[in-house]
């Protein structure tokens, strides 16, 4: 078996990402994204929820699913379709072609068994703060975020208001987290399987894992319960991984970490903030920042840079009437986004690496005339 071979990503391994927004809100001092505000009744044999009815769940870690606020309490857990049955789907098309890629690691993109909940309520857009934490408002409850971009602010009892529609966001193919951990622990098994045996390691373009085999070609981990697997472990090993190779060892980071999520989400979909406040919880990743109750995730030393991230020159191309082919070269970030990205740092900026490396999934699989250039 030929030896591993690690070169480094470009990747920052530490830094914040800025905080992702699903819509065009309305600035306020307060750093704006969207949020996820969990209201229903996840314990087993309990059922139904009443929006706003309590005061809403932070991505609390240990307590998930405990919610406070005027009278009772209620266990939350994400509304999205797909489960761990879902079956994993290659991104990379075959005339895409299977760049040699960037090697390295860190720089680029319980109990076994125990079930967690059986029943999905809304989750509502809200004001977080470019850590995650909630902005709340004079009683303590979060503020609310319309599709149209206004603010939504609850009744002193905690009850959204009469004629108010909150925004509610799916985790669509992220609702796997909600499989038992021994299911999620089999998948991290086969994802460290695969990285020991492979000859080679490297990182597709959009940070996921490419790795060789043995007989000499190539394959991408792009298994969504696999890479999600990984997230979980990164963040729950605090922040760094280390996995056996061939020829030694791979430390992966939080950057590696914001790439493995985003191949986990569904590529058509999006991530935000909120996305990843909420799902921390679910897979039991705990936190070292305190805030109303609740424990949240630290991502401040995370930095991130979209231009330096995806540098790789791509040749883009457009067919024309006479069926001839003009091809233009560019840099996948130009070639992929048209914006600035909406945060850089913290727990925002890492929101925003996760749907990046999404949107550069769904880039690859969707431009039928694209060339990365060697």
Do not use: C
């Not at 969990?38 to 706003?52: C, H, L, N, R």
């Not at 609702?175 to 299911?183: G, H, P, Y």
């Not at 959009?206 to 890479?227: C, F, M, V």
């Amino acid at each position: 078996m030929k030896s591993a071979t690690f070169n480094l990503k470009k990747l920052a391994a530490s830094g914040s990402v800025a905080v992702f927004a699903l819509l065009s809100a309305p600035m306020v001092s307060h750093y704006l994204s969207i949020g996820l505000v969990a209201k229903a009744y996840a314990a087993e044999g309990e059922g139904g929820t009443k929006a706003g009815a309590s005061k809403g769940q932070h991505g609390s870690t240990g307590g998930h699913g405990q919610e406070k606020g005027g009278k009772g309490k209620s266990d939350v857990m994400m509304k999205g379709q797909g489960g761990p049955g879902e079956e994993s789907d290659s991104d990379r098309p075959e005339w895409a072609g299977v760049k040699g890629g960037k090697a390295g690691g860190g720089t680029k993109p319980g109990t076994a068994g125990t079930k967690k909940g059986d029943l999905y309520g809304d989750l509502y857009v809200i004001l977080r703060n470019p850590d995650g934490t909630p902005v709340l408002d004079d009683y303590g409850h979060e503020i609310l975020i319309a599709a149209d971009g206004s603010l939504i602010y609850l009744t002193p009892e905690g009850e959204v208001p009469t004629g108010a529609v909150p925004q509610t966001v799916e985790f669509s193919r992220l609702s796997v987290s909600r499989a038992s951990t021994k299911v999620i622990d089999q998948q991290l098994a086969e994802a460290e399987k695969t990285i020991l045996d492979a000859t080679k390691v490297e990182f597709d373009e959009a940070g996921r894992i490419l790795y060789t085999k043995s007989d000499g070609t190539t394959a991408t981990i792009d298994s969504p319960l696999e890479n999600l697997a990984l997230y979980q472990a990164i963040l729950k090993n605090g922040g760094t991984l280390t996995l056996p190779t061939s020829s030694g060892s791979i430390t992966l980071n939080l950057t590696n970490a914001a790439a493995f999520l985003g191949a986990a989400s569904d590529k058509y979909g999006s991530v935000n903030l909120d996305t990843v406040e909420y799902l921390n919880p679910i897979l039991g990743i705990t936190g070292t920042i305190q805030y109303d109750g609740k424990t949240y995730y630290d991502y401040s030393s995370f930095t991130y840079d979209r231009t330096a991230t995806y540098d790789e020159k791509v040749k883009v191309g457009t067919l024309n009437a006479d069926n001839t082919v003009t091809w233009t070269e560019t840099t996948l970030a130009d070639a992929v986004f048209k914006t600035a990205p909406t945060a850089t740092t913290n727990a925002a900026g890492f929101a925003q690496a996760v749907d990046d490396a999404r949107a550069v999934i769904l880039f690859i699989h969707d431009t039928p005339l694209l060339q990365f250039v060697q």
